[in-house]
């Protein structure tokens, strides 16, 4: 990207930003996966906690969806 930025032999240093775009791309994977949780937990109320339902309609295996509820820490309301 450096390189696309300069229009001379060297490259300047303002074209080079490396920890901007650690924090830029850090920024963007916390917002996509708290987008990603959200819709997981959206469908899960819309699909009354059918974890098949839920799989199928994000097209990932249901051992997935289980997976991203430990993450999250999420049981099902009437787990005991």
Same mark, same amino acid.
């Given at each position: ?19 901007? /775009? ?7 994977? /916390? ?10 937990? /959206? ?20 051992? /997935? ?16």
């Amino acid at each position: 990207r450096a390189l696309m930025n300069s229009s001379g032999e060297a490259i300047p240093a303002e074209a080079i930003s490396l920890g901007e /775009t650690r924090s830029k791309r850090a920024v963007s994977r /916390t917002q996509f996966r708290h987008e990603e949780d959200h819709e997981l937990l /959206t469908l899960l109320r819309e699909h009354r906690w059918n974890i098949t339902a839920v799989a199928k309609e994000l097209g990932v295996h249901r051992a /997935t969806v289980h997976r991203k509820l430990k993450r999250l820490g999420v049981e099902r309301p009437d787990a005991k």
